[in-house]
């Protein structure tokens, strides 16, 4: 019923959050995706981020993201709006006013305009950039690593189609999503609707290789070309991936169609793919695809990419324990688990993810 006396203002770390206190804080020393740049307009945004509840607003100076609480009396920013000089999200319970950088500018009930409010009456901000569409967050005042490098997004020609996949809550951790996007023995038997091949479920040895920014594993597999509703018929197609795997949850896949007509010429299509760790067990996930594929339509791409989810939801989410084991010896493997073996590894040993002991 009440705060007791001495509680102050909340720390960082979330009452009653089912991460781990020591893996949270590393966590939030990373990028992680809040919204689409589409989402955040006129009006303010409610978001959560490793169980923080987060407002994301715009306002003259950019975008910005803050603790979805005013420091007053405690209400949801996110109700709030923009004033009319679109400089201040304006709180909807006193309008109390603060600028995108989370500062208090004017307390109505004060009356005087020209009296700057105090400093301390400011927003529990956070870094904030905006990049490929997409708004970022990093609730540490220095991110662990940097936003994915994909220039390709930025600055591709017009023969490219780029599409934003509606975004998706999955129950399931962060880690379990990425793990699955990027794994390749999955393909044959999940995503038969799709292009899985239940006839070529081997995989070979792939090459996998550390990077600055994570891993790079590459290979071919023989995909079945199919439309999402089976209408287009069915036919192999030698496809080339390039998976390059950001730290922690961020993945570009690079997908190279050899042509399979002498008049056919080869085309490739990205599926970027990001986790964004909602709570211990909730995740958003956030794709964008670029193609030139001739012909290639919105409509289309988003509808076989939801298909495509939809076959990987059912058997992601009632994988157990929910919690990825970065203890290697609490799951089995077998070799063409080499990617997420390494992947498992690095959280441990490069972030010191899955070690509670050492609260940071």
Sequence with gaps: MYVATGGGWPTEYPSGSLIDEADWHILAGFWHPVAFSSEVREAPVAARLLDV??????????????RDVCVHRGAKLSLGWIDEAGECLVCPFHG??????????????NGDRTKSPPQALRLMSFLAEERYGIVWACMKPGPLRPLPEWDILEHHGSEWVAIEVPKGRWNTTASRHCENFNDIAHLSWVHMRTF????????????????????????????????????????????????DLTYPFATSLRCDYT????????????FFDIASPVTARQTDIYQITLTNIPGATAEDYVNYQLVTNGEDIAVVESQRPEAVPLDLGVEMHIPADKFSIRYRRDLVEMFGLGSPSIVR
């Design 53 to 66: 509840d987060l407002v994301i607003y715009r306002t003259s100076s950019g975008v910005a993201v803050a």
């Design 196 to 243: 899985g091949n239940r006839n070529r479920p081997e995989v070979p040895n792939y090459d996998l290789e550390q990077t600055d920014y994570g891993l790079m594993m590459q290979l071919s597999y023989l995909e079945v070309e199919r439309g999402y509703n089976d209408k287009l018929g069915e036919r192999e197609r030698l496809t080339h991936y390039r998976h």
């Design 96 to 109: 109390l006013h603060y600028d995108g950088r989370g500062q208090c500018r004017w307390i109505p009930a």
């Design 259 to 270: 042509g399979d007509e002498p008049d056919r010429a080869p085309t490739t299509s990205y």
